[in-house]
C-alpha cells in the first residue's frame, strides 16, 4: 500500500471526523444528547454527547476502504467487534442498559475478536516469556478486551483526555507498524489516530462536546484488538502494547483494585481515579490533561526506543514506569490530604 494514499485515508479521516463532531455539537443534531452533570461529575454544565458517533464515521468509511482494496484477515471481524459495543454504547447513552447486560455485549464482542485470530499464543515481558495452551490464551485475551472497553469508558472523564490517549496510543502504534513494515496495520491505526484527533478540536479543554460511551468503549476495543494484532504479526511484544496504553490502564486497574479493597461497588461511577483526583486537587481539567499528555508522550517514547533495544535496556525501562507510576500514585495521595485539609480549614 502506498503511504501516500495511508496518509490521504488519515486526512480524510481527520476531516470526516471535525466536520460530523461540528455538526453534532449544535442542538438542532438528530444525535443531539446533554450530559448533565451530576454528584460524580468533573463539569459543571451540560455538554453534548455524541462526539463518539464522529469518530466511529470516520472510521467506519476510510476503515471500510481499507478493507476494500487490503483484505487482511480478522479486519471483518474486528468491525463486527465495534458495530457490537458502538450500538449497546448508544443505546446505553440514550436509555441506561445494567452492567450485567452491558457486560454479556462485550463478551460477545470479545468472541467475534477471538474467532477472527486476534488473541495471544504467550506472554512476553523483557528477558522472559510462557507459551500458553490456546485455551489460556483466548480467555487472557478475552478478559483483556473486555476490562479494555470498561476502563477506556471509566477513563473518559475530563476534557482532551479519551481522545488525547487515541491519538497517542495509535499514533504510536502506527509509527511501529510503519518501522514494521505492515502497511495495513499502519494504515488502521493511523485512520484511528486522526478520526481521535478530529474529534479532539471541539474537545481539548473547554470541552464543547463529549465523546459518550459510544466512543470510548469503542476505542477501548479497538485499543486490545490492534494490541492483540500487532502482537499476533510480530510488530511489537504485548509489554510494549500495555506501556503505550499504560496511562489509562495503570490508572482504572490500581482505582478498581482499590475500590474492591474498601468493599465498594465497582459498577457505580465515582470521582476516584487518580486524574479525577488531580482534578479535585485544584489543578483543572487543562492542566490536568496537559500532565496526563507528557506521560503519554513519554510512554510512547519509551515503548519507540525500547522496541529494538537489548532486553537488559527494555526491562530497565519497564522497571523505570513502574516505579514511575509508583511515585505518581502516591504524589497523587498527598495532594489529595493537602487539598481535604485545605476545604476543612
Known amino acids: 500500500m502506498s503511504l501516500l494514499i495511508i496518509v490521504v485515508m488519515a486526512v480524510a479521516a481527520l476531516a470526516i471526523s471535525a466536520l460530523f463532531t461540528y455538526r453534532f455539537c449544535r442542538p438542532d443534531s438528530v444525535v443531539y444528547i446533554l450530559d448533565h452533570p451530576n454528584e460524580r461529575s468533573l463539569h459543571d454544565r451540560p455538554v453534548p454527547r455524541g462526539g463518539g458517533l464522529a469518530i466511529l464515521i470516520a472510521m467506519g468509511i476510510c476503515g471500510a476502504a481499507v478493507a476494500l482494496f487490503y483484505p487482511v484477515r480478522g479486519l471483518a471481524g474486528m468491525g463486527l467487534g465495534a458495530l457490537i459495543v458502538a450500538v449497546v454504547s448508544f443505546i ?17 464482542a470479545s468472541a467475534a475478536i477471538l474467532y477472527s485470530g486476534f488473541f495471544l499464543h504467550g506472554l512476553e515481558i523483557p528477558g522472559m516469556s510462557w507459551d500458553w495452551p490456546p485455551i489460556a490464551g483466548a480467555v487472557f485475551s478475552a478478559m483483556f478486551i473486555v476490562w479494555m472497553i470498561n476502563l477506556y469508558n471509566f477513563m473518559d472523564g475530563i476534557d482532551g483526555f479519551a481522545g488525547g490517549m487515541a491519538v497517542f496510543g495509535f499514533g504510536t502504534f502506527a509509527i511501529m507498524g510503519w518501522t514494521a513494515g505492515h502497511d495495513v496495520f499502519l494504515a488502521v491505526s493511523l485512520i484511528i489516530a486522526a478520526a481521535s484527533a478530529g474529534f479532539l478540536f471541539f474537545n481539548f479543554p473547554p470541552a464543547r462536546i463529549f465523546m459518550g460511551d459510544v466512543g470510548s468503549s469503542t476505542l477501548g476495543l479497538l485499543a486490545a484488538t490492534l494490541s492483540l494484532w500487532g502482537v499476533r504479526d510480530g510488530i511489537f511484544p504485548f509489554w510494549i502494547a500495555f506501556l503505550v496504553f499504560s496511562p489509562f490502564i495503570v490508572d482504572a486497574t490500581v482505582t ?43 510512554c510512547a517514547v519509551t515503548s519507540l526506543w525500547s522496541l529494538r533495544a537489548p532486553a537488559q535496556i527494555q526491562l530497565a525501562a519497564f522497571s523505570g514506569w513502574a516505579v514511575a507510576y509508583l511515585l505518581f500514585f502516591f504524589w497523587v495521595g498527598r495532594l489529595a490530604v493537602r487539598g481535604n485539609k485545605a476545604e476543612t480549614l
Not at 447513552?93 to 457486560?103: E, L, V
Not at 468493599?263 to 500532565?291: C, E, M, N, P, S
Open 92 to 108: 446505553d447513552d440514550r436509555h441506561s442498559i445494567t452492567p450485567a447486560g452491558r457486560f454479556v455485549v462485550h463478551v460477545a
Open 256 to 298: 478498581l483494585f482499590r475500590r474492591l479493597l474498601r468493599g465498594d461497588k465497582i459498577w457505580q461511577a465515582h470521582k476516584t481515579h487518580f486524574y479525577q483526583r488531580l482534578v479535585q486537587a485544584g489543578w483543572g481539567h487543562r492542566k490536568t490533561v496537559l500532565f496526563e499528555y507528557a506521560i503519554m508522550l513519554g
